[in-house]
């Protein structure tokens, strides 16, 4: 095992050990929250010692907490006493390894995190905004308290230890056909249409691999082909009290091909969407961060089937435009101008590291 996370309550009573700070949703079962906390009872007097694991939804930093006010939204939580033992989970090698670290007085735990929670998602701050940006996480936490699940009762915070980690999904090994679309649209003052057609290889790429469109025009129409505009459109689904929808486009390019009258075209046109040119955008959807590591634009969102509708927090998805800019000819030239679009969804996710 490369590396142990480990963290201790400021009383130096608590500490939480976990062998891992990602865990992998495979879309039909995510990866099992394996860890140990170990004890040092002396301050405990009369309280036990619990963990938790929360999906949460933060929206507004943590700075506001002071007036009273909760930023932050439970979707899902599952917490188990530790100390005094009362359940102990079926022993992994995961917690061998983080048993042997600990020493005495370490207890284990498991959490199974439900695959319908979303995914670990982080909204793009704007360039003033402070404090942890807004989006989906998942905690893992220990504290003590003198029962389990009481509102009324306050857990100081020297008596808490916490870890932040991810829930994430990696691109599933087989990538099928690519979409495809084509349109033909007709035009005032021309008797005849533009087809345009438009395809991907495959139904899945990499953050940062080059996309390439291929690309048919037959331009049976009186009119020119000015330019090809294509446009890539994050789409960010919000789904908590009600649903939440905006898109923002994270790549807009213009290719100078012109088709003329009666003319044709058949091109593959390659486009590469990254983070990287949009780090102005307050609101876009980042695939989650612990502390301030890279990131990158939000992975798709995969789910399992007929789960949509149970989904809480944060779902992305893509899609890809191809827009044809026609302008007709003669006196009327600028009064005629119009444009032909289709689009393709597009699916954006990391390979799976190898083992």
């Known amino acids: 095992m490369a590396k142990i996370f480990k963290k201790t309550s400021g009383n130096g009573g608590l500490t939480l050990y976990l062998g891992k700070r990602d ?3 495979h879309v039909t079962a995510v990866d099992r929250v394996d860890g140990v906390v170990k004890v040092d009872t002396a301050d405990f007097g009369d ?32 917490q188990t006493q530790i100390y005094p033992e009362c359940n102990k989970p079926q022993l992994s090698a995961m917690h061998e390894t983080l048993l042997k670290k600990a020493g005495d007085n370490a207890y284990p735990f498991s959490f199974e995190i439900p695959n319908n929670l979303p995914c670990s998602v982080s909204l793009q701050p704007g360039p003033d905004d402070k404090g942890k940006a807004c989006g989906v996480d998942f905690e893992v936490k220990t504290y003590l308290a003198m029962e389990k699940n009481n509102p009324d009762e306050k857990i100081e915070k020297k008596d808490t230890a916490r870890l932040v980690i991810r829930k994430i999904q990696y691109a599933p090994s087989q990538v099928g056909a690519g979409p495809k679309a084509d349109i033909c649209k007709s035009f005032m003052m021309s008797d005849k249409p533009v087809h345009l057609e438009a395809s991907l290889e495959k139904d ?4 940062g691999e080059t996309i390439p469109i291929k690309i048919k025009i037959n331009n049976e129409s009186n009119k020119t082909v000015k330019k090809i505009k294509i446009t890539v459109d994050q789409t960010t689904d919000i789904v908590l009290y009600s649903a939440d929808k905006y898109t923002k486009a994270v790549l ?46 939000a992975s798709t969102t995969m789910l399992p089937q007929g789960v949509e509708k149970e989904v809480l927090g944060i779902l992305v998805s893509y899609k890809i435009k191809i827009n044809l800019m026609v302008a007709g000819g003669g006196l009327l030239g600028g009064l005629t101008a119009s444009d032909v679009t289709v689009e ?7 390979p799976k590291p190898e083992e």
């Open 252 to 297: 807009c390019q213009e290719f100078g091909e012109t088709v003329d009258a009666n003319g044709t075209l058949d091109k593959t046109l390659s486009i590469t969407p990254l983070l990287s040119d949009n780090k102005e955008k307050r609101g876009l959807a980042l695939d989650g961060r612990l502390k301030d590591e890279d990131t990158n634009l």
């Open 344 to 350: 393709l969804p597009l699916n954006l996710m990391h």
């Open 23 to 25: 865990y992998v949703d």
């Open 47 to 78: 309280r036990k010692a619990f963990v938790q694991l929360a999906c949460a939804f933060r929206y507004g930093s943590e700075d506001l907490d002071v007036m009273g006010l909760c930023f932050r939204k439970d979707i899902w939580f599952e």
């Open 204 to 207: 899945l790429y990499f953050h």
